[in-house]
Nanobody, 128 residues
Framework: QVQLVESGGGLVQAGGSLRLSCAASGRAFSTYPMAWFRQAPGKDREFVAAINRSGGRTLYADSVKGRFTISRDNVKNTETLQMNSLKSEDTGVYYC?????????????????????WGQGTQVTVSS
């Protein structure tokens, strides 16, 4: 079993920054890919960013590319999402996710069906 706990959400003005963290426990953290998804009110959950198990490969949704940075610390068992130049359309609940399977070294899926463990979510609100 895997437990994921997000923190760092809040209210920020457009153009500002936030840093989300996800603390993982219960499994060999360094052997699975991790990701962030988000869900805006009235919309489906969407992919934001993913990182492979070593941290050497990262993938981003086009809407956040150049503004968000995903990273992981396999010693501290944490994943972070640094969000800069925030826009009102970034508002939503952000979820940390851990891969359902290990995959190969470069495995970093972008579909939510490939993630078997989810945190409870943290609210991010960007005011314009």
């Amino acid at each position: 079993q895997v437990q994921l706990v997000e923190s760092g959400g809040g209210l920020v003005q457009a153009g500002g920054s936030l840093r989300l963290s996800c603390a993982a426990s219960g499994r060999a953290f360094s052997t699975y890919p991790m990701a962030w998804f988000r869900q805006a009110p009235g919309k489906d959950r969407e992919f934001v960013a993913a990182i492979n198990r070593s941290g050497g490969r990262t993938l981003y949704a086009d809407s956040v590319k150049g503004r968000f940075t995903i990273s992981r610390d396999n010693v501290k068992n944490t994943e972070t999402l640094q969000m800069n130049s925030l826009k009102s359309e970034d508002t939503g609940v952000y979820y940390c996710a851990a891969g359902a399977v290990r995959g190969d070294l470069w495995y970093a899926p972008t579909r939510d069906r490939d993630y078997g463990y989810w945190g409870q979510g943290t609210q991010v609100t960007v005011s314009s």
